[in-house]
């Protein structure tokens, strides 16, 4: 698991009391990235999940936008992912499912109307989907499964305690989804329940 402050969270001192192992990682710095991927080389990853994300709230709003800020949310959801799927790829492919899950949003659909306002957000976010059907296409010869989705407006930080799922009813429910995954899907945008999503 890859965190960006082994030391910052109880949470995360308490998982690592457990059977993982937590790493230095910031997604934004591609000198982590390959450092923890040069540390894995010889670990087979069966499911590489790329979760990290963040939302800028009212400063997200027309008017408001902030360049740096927009840039910041590219960097972590579009080149971060990116530079995730790039590093461990050799690993991915070694490991026995095969599979790469990008945690998007419903609000990088181009269809749902949602998430209309949340620029800097919204337009990484539909960047994400599209890197991750260019993947999907790229990947399929080495037999990797490249999933997209959005687990559902969930109570965690970002959105606050009175989101519709708890972080716990949105993990397992994309777990059990996770569990069924195969090649026939790469490229999918689902729901954390399995539903497909519209681009
Ligand atoms: N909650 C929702 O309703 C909702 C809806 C749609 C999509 N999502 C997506 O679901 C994913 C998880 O979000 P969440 O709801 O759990 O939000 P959260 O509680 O704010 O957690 C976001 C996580 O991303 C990590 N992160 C941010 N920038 C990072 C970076 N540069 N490198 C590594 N990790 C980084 C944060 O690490 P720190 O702990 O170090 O800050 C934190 O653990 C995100 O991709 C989000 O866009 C969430």
Redesign the pocket.
Known sequence: M????LH??SAIKQLQHEQITCHE?????HDQILSVAAELAEEPIDLLI??????LGKDEHYGRCDEAQWMEEF???LF?TMAMCEAFVDQVTAGDRKLIVN?????GSLTLENGIGDYP?NTS?AALNLISKGLAADLKQRGITVVCF??????????GPD?D?S?HE?VNAMCAIIDTLGPEQTGAFLRYNGEAVPW
Request: proline content about 5%; cysteine-free; aromatic content about 10%.
């Open positions: 890859g965190v960006r402050n910052q969270r990682l910031d997604v934004t710095k790329n979760n990290a994300g963040f939302w960097q972590v959801h971060g945690i998007s949003s419903g609000n957000y976010k959005t687990p559902g407006f969930v109570a965690t930080d970002m959105s989101a799922l972080p949105s």
